[in-house]
C-alpha cells in the first residue's frame, strides 16, 4: 500500500494505464502544464495541447475513439461541456445503438467539477445528473484516492464514452490554480479522506456501476457521490451522539447507478436521505427515488441538494451546497 | 466621454488604480475565485469605451473589469460584489466573472468565445430597435479560435449588424502560448467573413481610439460590422497567483525527472522536447516582465508629460476616487 493525494492517484494510475497501452493519448487545454509529468514521460504526441475550440476537439475525441484510439479528453471544467454538447449528445451517446452495436467510441471525458471555493456559477456546477441523462453515456465520481485511480482504470476500459468528474475540493493543484493562487489566508473545507488516502501498489478497475457502503446505519441511508459522501460522513457522526444510527453510500457512478447497494439499505432503515452537489430538479436525486419505488419500497425520503444557481459569495456559495448541518437537519425531518 | 489623449488617459487610470486595488484586497484574501485583471488591455479598453454612449451595448469575458470602471459603472458597487456582499452590483451572486449592468447595457461571461453570439444579439436588438445604437464584443486571442465566436463573425457580416469586434491579442491562450495552436491568422479570418478588419497596436491609447473611432462610426451609420485586433501586454499572467508565474522548479524537478526516466515512455528526444517546453514557458513568462516597457498607462503618462500637460491633479483626483470607493466598499462591510 502507498499513500498518495487523490490527484497523484489519478496521474498514477494513467500513467500505469498509459504505459501499458499506448493508444491511450490526452489531450486538451493547457495539458501539458497541467499533466506536465505524463508530457514529460509521454512526450508530446500522447499529451497534446490544444486551443480553446472545446466542441472540435471533443467531436475529435469521438472520431479518434471510433478510428483506434482512447483519447482521454480533458475539458477542463465541466461546466465547459456546455459549448460541446454535440459531441457527447449526439455523437458518442449515440454511436453504439445507431451502428446496430457494432461501433464504439471508447473514451474518457475528464473534467474537474463542483464547488466550495467562491469560483461562481459558470465555474462550480457538478452536472453529473445532466450528463446521465442520456443514455449511452456513463458517468463517474470518486470521493478518495483509491477509488480515483481505480475508476480511472474503469473509464479506459470500458468499450464507450465515460465522462470522469474530478472533484476540485478532492484535488489540490485545482484548488491551488482556481482559489488559493498561492495564498495562505484563504481556506476552503476539504475532506481529509478524500483528498489523501492509501492505494495499491498496482492499480485494478473496480466494476463500473458498483456503489459502496461507507458506513453501517438501521436508522436512515444517506446516498450520495464525492464530496457530499464526506459531508454525509461527518452528519452521521454528528447524528450518532443524538443515536441516531446513519449509513452513507457512495455511489461512486452515477450512469450506471447501482440498485441493489441502494435497495438493501433503504429496505432495512425505511429512510432514505439523498445528498446530491449537483442540481435538485429533474436529476440523481429524483432517480434513486424512482428506482426504490420501482423496486416496491415504501419509506421515508427527504433531499439535500443545490437548487439554484452557485453564488460567488463564499457565505452564499456555502448555504447553497449540500452542508453538513442541511444534512443532519434534513435527516432529523425523517426520523 | 471625450476622446483626447488627457480623457483618454483618465480613463485608462481609473481602471489601473482600481485593479491595484483589488490586487490588494485579492492579495489579502477577501476575494474568492480567479481573479483575471485586465492590466495591460487598458487602451485597447479605453480606446473603444470613449467612443460608446448611452444605449450602446458591450459583451464582455472574464476580464470584465476595464470595460465596467470605464464606461462608468459604480465603483464601491463593484468592489462590494467582489468581495461577496450581498449589496454588491450583482447581490454577490455573480462575482468578478459575471458582472452585470443591464443600466449600462453591460454583461460578462466566463466561457470563452461567448461575448461574440451576445454582442451580436445587442447588435440585432440595436439595429431593429435604435438604429444608430452600436453593440460591441471584448475577447482574446484564445477565444478566436472557439467555433461560437467564429460562427458570429459570420452571422454579423451576413446580417450586416452594427457589431465591433474587440480582439485583444496578448499571445496567450490560459497557459498555452497561441500561436502553438493556431492555425493562420486571426485577422485574415475576420476578413474572410467579410467583416473591416485592422491591426493596432494595443499599448498606442490613441492609435486604438482613432481606428476604434471610425470602426463605431461606419456601424452607427448601418454600414455594417468590424473586426480589430490589438496587440496588448498580459502584466499580470492569465489570473492573479498564475501558476506558471509562481512555478518553483525546484519543487519540480524531482517529479518530472522521475517523469524524465520513467519506463516506459516516449524516446528521449521526445522527452527533451517536452522539458524544454516547460522550461520555456517558465522562462517566457518571467521574460514577459520585459512587458512593461509597454505598459500602456505608462505611454499615455509619458507622452503627456512631453505635452507639459500638468498631470497631477488628474493623478491625485483619480487616486481620491478609487481611495473613496475603496472606503465606502470596506467600511460599510
Redesign the interface.
Known sequence: MRTMSFAGAIEDAL?QAM?ADNRIIIFG??V??LR????????????R????????FLGAAVGAAMAGLKPVVEIMLV??L??AMDALLNEAAKLEAFSGGKWKAPMVVRAACGGG???????EQTLWGWLAHIPGLAVVAPSTPADAGALMLTALQHDGPVIYLEHKLLSSYWL????????T??SYDIPAEGANGTVPDTWEPLPLGRAIMRREGSDITMVSIAVGVHRCLEAASALEKESVSAGVIDLRSIAPLDPNTICQAVAKSGRLLVVDEDYRDFGLSGEVAAILLEAGLTFKYGRVCTEG?I??????EDAALPNTSRIIEAARKLL | MGTDLRALYRLMLRSRRFEEAVTQL????KI????HLGVGEEAVVAGVVAHLRDGDAMALDHRGTPPLVMRGVDLSLLLK?FL???DGL?R???????LFSAEHLAAS?????SSGPLAAGFALAAQYLHPGNVSVAFFGD??S????LLESFNLASAWQLPLIFICKDNTW????QSL???GGNITDRARAFGLNAAEVDGSDVEAVSSTAGGMIERARDGDGPSFLLAHCPRLEGH??????R?ANMLE?AG??M???I??????VA??A???G??LS?VGKTTVDKNWRRHDPVDKARRKLQSQKAGLDTLEKEVEAEIRLALEMAILES
Open positions: 500513467g504505459a487545454e493547457d501539458h502544464g506536465m509529468n505524463l508530457f514529460v514521460r509521454f512526450g508530446e504526441k500522447r499529451v495541447p490544444a486551443p480553446i475550440s472545446e466542441s472540435a461546466d465547459f456546455g459549448v471555493y467562491g469560483d461562481g456559477g459558470q465555474h491551488e490554480y482556481l482559489g488559493s493562487g498561492g495564498r489566508n484563504v444557481t453564488p460567488y459569495s463564499r457565505k452564499l | 485579492w492579495e489579502a484574501g474568492s475565485g480567479e481573479m460584489e461577496g456582499r450581498t450583482c454577490g451572486i455573480g462575482g468578478h466573472m459575471h461571461s466566463g466561457i470563452v468565445g484564445g477565444a479560435n472557439q467555433g461560437m491562450a490560459i497557459t498555452t502553438k495552436v493556431t489570473y492573479l497567483g498564475d501558476p506558471l509562481r519540480l517529479p518530472l522521475t517523469a524524465f520513467a519506463q516506459p515512455g516516449a524516446p521526445e522527452r522536447y517536452s522539458l517546453t516547460l514557458l
